[in-house]
């Protein structure tokens, strides 16, 4: 995804959860995101935010430093060793 | 009586608490009070002659056939019009009632041709089956004057008037009325000249307002209005039932054959969501399922850029096998995926989808509903507990007030508008929020009290003054609040609400509806008894989609209407199982049920039912393979009956994203336009070609029954598990009804369909487990799913897709009654009469100051692309708004809509484009390209082009063979 559809995406989550209380808003973020951002498009957000993460609301931020300290929990990562055991486990 | 063996017990059924006995022939009967004496002797067994009485039709009392004589009283009552009370002793059977039907039926006679239309017996003629039956051998009266020089209008491509048969008995016209609800029909002229006539004087079937339903026909008791498909094939002999494969009303058809061909579709009297009526696609466009267009060779190719070869079916999924297990050895599993249709059954999208998981070993998996309903699913889950309406269609009959947003029933779903307006017509009040005039603001007998016609992209702002109004005016339910909902939620969202920013004086700068009007309408839904919202895509295919959906659930539950018959929220799903491919785990963060994939438990019951392991992430949503693909990390794709390329925004991105692909896989009926960019073509089957289920948008699980075999050779759930076994995974089903059981034993809400319920039911509505063994119409009685009802909170933001200098105009879309969808099937029948190409609709003032007459070509621009289509100069839309359908891919509507989508499912945000509108005298350079490379990259080697030369050079090929594009 380029990073300006991400960043306006991501930025949308952080505009619709603004309007609860902070606490609120800031599980609202991540826990959207965690919920429904596939690995590789949160490890790109992730990654702009660590390059500056120039134009992200600031809710987003605080979800990227929640998602950077959870490892995703396999299945998608998209390394073809592990895709590769998991196919061998399916046959 | 269009239809075979129908049981016609001519006037329509009664509920009463109070029941009544009476004697007819010497037998005693009980029935409903209110009853007619006709419909208690034919419940009873009883045959009561009759020509202008139909059960679904109120009694009119014309013929003087079902005459009766009854103890007590003088002359020989009308048994149709008569009610029966208790005691009553009624004759159905004398010699003077026979004397004088007798009679009767040789005056109709004197003036009808005397045999059928079709070679066997009577066909569809109850007259001259009551002749029979009365023995009426003769008729005594001289020709006089009479109508048997009428001429037959052919008009309509798929039925006949014939007014030599005619006995004007009203049935047709009263159908019209009663049953569809346009009053297209009358009867012209009086005495001796009466005729029916469609229109004004100058009209014929195919130019008056029919909208071609086919309920006349359903109604004619003389053949006088008949299929000319049975002209010409004569009467079918047996009858298969199975549901429509358009929208998401699922209406149940008996498919008529003869041999094993079909000769007509005649909705069922028993189906639940329809009672008996249908619209002009599902009773007639049904001839795609023919068309020569359908591919029937798997084909594949290596580049997109060469022709396609015919291949066995070893060779195509042989080769898939080789392309996919290629790019999991090299990309891994996350470069796979999978999309589901909600074309197809529900056995067949889990199958999709446990496909995917199961041997892809990816959640890569998505469904068209992404760029329909998916906020549906997000708002109705986050508030209500569970992604579905609330309510079955017979609901309606019992609202007071209803609440039609961003939805035109009477084009989109139109039985189910039929019914709508039939309760309209009978008192409810009507509410309609849409920026275009669409036909329920006002049709004939029906006028909405409140047309809130907003600016598009402001939905979010006005429900909240609407719930402002309701709040600030004290008009919510508090009782209901209390004890159903999560109060500190409830608190929460008051003092949102509350705040001046939502008020309808502040939201008219955005909505552009006046703050009284607002006021006055929120005071209706709020005070006028049950009040039911109707909702389609102008809900969901924006920025703020799925906030608006939970916005429409605020006020349900704010006001109190929710978990009884004529209230709920209701989403009027777009295609037939769109409710079902939901259901069925389609979305890449859901398995079955709408269960995270995150949860271990509900891991563990595919896993263990699947011998694999599954992932616990989320996978790609449709527009994110795309982005994948561009980016080089998603490199194969399986389509089973969905049109991207056609369908989803943006049309250059997504051909960009699927030609970066390795392997696209298409299955489908027709080589559509994705199939531009695949490298092997499965060809599918139709709904007339497989067994499975379809769920329609009242959760309603209906038999689909295979009537014939796919010219290919096989249904879609059998190509999944060839491809699959291919792979090397154990998938073995002999039967769908054997996936729907997998899906019982591992889905809750599931847990007591089967096939043997469905057939001993007719159908079943989920929730069907222990609780509710036959199902659930109503959801959310006594609590939501989710426990207690949460208010979630609904600040508006405005869409980022703004009017501008350069873009002043804003392009809405939406559907026409003859077209479906992306067109591929409609397009392929005579429904292209009505409607051969998209038209772009202007207001007259935007029409003038640009020099736009009717009928003039024009190119709509926005920043993402430019198209050519024809104006159409109506007031039905707002000044500064235009519309448009999409159903035709030279159009292609998609180059110039957005990738904006809603925030929390990224759907589409296809209702809110800015644009220019400018005369121009040729298709734009783009659709130029595109219908080139259209051609070349869908050859097949060694044959003709699958198009036709000539109407692709004129720029409005469609795939049609038979049809010339309107003048």
């Not at chain 2, 909170?793 to 405005?798: C, K, N, R």
Request: with cysteine.
């Amino acid at each position: 995804m380029e990073n300006d559809k991400m960043v306006r995406q991501a930025n949308q989550i952080a505009q619709y959860f603004s309007v609860y209380p902070q606490a609120r808003a800031e599980e609202g973020v991540h826990g959207h995101i965690r919920k429904f951002w596939e690995p590789r498009i949160r490890t790109q957000l992730i990654e702009y935010v660590a390059a500056g993460g120039n134009g992200l609301h600031e809710l987003v931020h605080t979800a990227v430093d929640s998602l950077r300290d959870e490892p995703s929990s396999g299945g998608e990562s998209g390394d073809p060793a592990a895709q590769q055991e998991i196919g061998r486990r399916a046959t | 009586m269009a239809s075979l063996n129908p049981v016609n017990y001519g006037t329509p059924r009664r509920s009463s608490d109070t029941q009544i006995t009476l004697e007819i022939d010497g037998q005693s009967v009980t029935v409903p009070q209110g009853t007619s004496v006709m419909r208690a002797a034919i419940e009873s067994g009883i045959e009561v002659p009759k020509l202008c009485a139909s059960d679904m039709l109120e009694p009119f009392g014309s013929c003087r056939l079902c005459l009766v004589e009854i103890e007590g009283r003088k002359g020989y009552p009308a048994s149709c019009t008569t009610e029966v009370s208790e005691g009553m002793q009624v004759a159905t059977q004398t010699d003077k009632l026979n004397q004088i039907r007798r009679g009767v039926v040789e005056l109709y006679l004197s003036d009808h041709p005397g045999e059928s239309l079709t070679p066997e017996g009577h066909g569809d003629d109850e007259l001259l089956e009551l002749a029979d039956r009365l023995d009426v051998t003769e008729v005594r009266y001289n020709k006089g004057r009479n109508h048997q020089l009428a001429t037959v209008d052919g008009s309509n491509p798929y039925f006949d008037f014939d007014a030599s048969r005619c006995i004007v008995c009203s049935r047709c016209v009263r159908a019209c009325n009663e049953v569809q609800g346009t009053f297209a029909l009358t009867v012209d002229g009086r005495g001796f000249a009466s005729m029916i006539s469609a229109g004004t004087d100058d009209d014929n079937f195919l130019s008056s307002e029919c909208v071609s339903c086919g309920a006349c026909i359903q109604a004619c008791p003389t053949e006088a209005l008949i299929e000319k498909d049975v002209v010409e094939m004569g009467m079918p002999e047996r009858s298969v039932t199975t549901t429509c494969a358009y929208c998401g009303v699922g209406c149940s058809f008996n498919a008529e054959l003869k041999g094993d061909e079909v000769v007509r579709m005649v909705p069922a009297k028993q189906g639940k969501a329809n009672q008996g009526h249908s619209c002009v696609k599902g009773r007639f466009a049904w001839g795609y399922t023919n068309h020569p267009d359908r591919i029937t060779k798997p084909m594949v190719r290596d580049k997109i850029t060469d022709p396609w070869r015919e291949v066995s079916w070893d060779e195509a999924i042989a080769f898939s096998v080789d392309k996919i297990n290629g790019i999991r050895e090299q990309y891994g599993s996350g470069a796979l995926g999978a999309i589901t249709s909600s074309r197809c059954t529900n056995e067949e999208t889990f199958l999709v989808q446990k496909l995917a998981r199961a041997v892809f070993n990816t959640n890569n998996v998505d469904t068209c509903a992404r760029v329909c309903h998916s906020p549906t699913g997000y708002g109705l889950n986050s508030t209500f507990g569970t992604s579905a309406g609330t309510q079955d269609f017979v609901s309606v009959e019992k609202c007071d007030v209803i609440l039609v947003i961003g939805a035109n029933p009477t084009d989109a779903h139109p039985v189910f508008g039929s019914q709508m307006k039939r309760r309209l017509r009978q008192g409810a009040r009507l509410i309609v929020c849409d920026p275009r005039a669409i036909d329920l603001v006002r049709s004939p007998h029906v006028q909405a009290d409140y047309h809130l016609q907003l600016r598009p992209g402001t939905n979010v702002a006005l429900v909240n003054s609407m719930a402002h109004t309701i709040l600030s005016e004290g008009l919510e339910n508090r009782v209901f609040v209390e004890e159903r909902c999560d109060m500190d939620e409830y608190d929460g969202w008051r003092e949102f609400i509350l705040r001046d920013e939502n008020s309808p004086e502040n939201t008219e700068q955005y909505t552009g509806v006046p703050a009284s009007m607002v006021r006055e309408a929120a005071r209706l839904y709020a005070t006028g008894g049950n009040g039911a919202i109707y909702y389609g895509l102008g809900v969901t295919e924006h920025s703020q989609g799925s906030t608006m959906v939970m916005g429409m659930a605020n006020i349900a539950m704010a006001t109190g209407n929710i978990g009884r018959p004529g209230m709920g929220v209701n989403p009027l799903r777009g295609q037939n199982n769109v409710q079902g491919s939901c259901d069925m785990g389609s979305f890449p963060h859901e398995l079955p049920g709408y269960r995270h994939v995150s949860d271990q438990n509900v891991r563990d019951i595919f896993e263990k039912e699947w011998g694999v392991t599954i992932g616990s992430e989320p996978g790609l949503r449709i527009p994110n393979m795309i982005d994948a693909a561009t980016a080089g990390t998603f490199k194969g794709l399986y389509v089973q009956g969905e049109d991207i390329l056609q369908s989803d925004p943006n049309i250059k991105h997504i051909a960009a994203g699927l030609a970066a692909m390795e392997c696209v896989i298409i299955q489908d009926i027709f080589l559509n336009e994705t199939a531009s960019y695949a490298h092997v073509f499965l060809p599918g089957s139709t709904f007339l070609e497989k067994d499975g289920t379809f769920t329609n948008a009242e959760r309603r699980i209906n038999r689909v029954r295979k009537i014939q075999t796919a010219p290919a050779g096989y249904a879609d759930w059998e190509i999944t598990q060839l491809l699959a076994q291919a792979l090397g995974y154990p998938m073995n089903y002999s039967h769908p009804s054997e996936i729907m059981d997998e899906i019982a034993r591992t889905t809750p809400t599931f847990k007591g369909v089967s096939f043997d319920k469905i057939d001993a039911l007719g159908s079943v509505q989920w929730p069907c487990n222990d609780d509710n063994p036959e199902g659930t119409p109503v959801m959310h009685v006594d609590t939501f799913v989710r426990g207690k009802g949460k208010f979630m909170l609904t600040p508006f933001v405005p869409t980022e897709e703004r009017a501008n200098r350069k873009f002043p105009l804003l392009l809405t879309t939406g559907r026409i009654l003859s077209q479906y969808n992306v067109g591929a099937q409609t397009r392929r029948t005579a429904n292209r009469l009505w409607h051969a190409e998209d038209w772009l609709e202007v207001h007259p003032s935007d029409a003038e100051m640009r020099g736009i007459k009717d009928g003039t070509l024009v190119a709509v621009a926005s920043r993402m692309g430019e198209t050519t289509l024809r104006a159409k100069v109506s007031e039905r839309m707002t000044p500064g708004v235009v519309y448009t359908t999409f159903h035709f891919p030279e159009t292609a509507a998609n180059v110039v809509t957005t990738e904006f989508s809603d925030w929390a499912t990224e759907c589409p945000e296809y209702k809110v484009t800015a644009v220019e509108v400018r005369p121009c005298n040729t298709m734009s350079e783009w659709q130029r390209r595109y219908i080139d490379t259209r051609e070349k990259q869908q050859q097949i080697e060694s044959e003709q082009s699958v198009r036709d030369p000539d109407s692709v050079a004129a720029g409005f090929d469609a795939g049609d063979k038979e049809w010339e594009p309107a003048e």
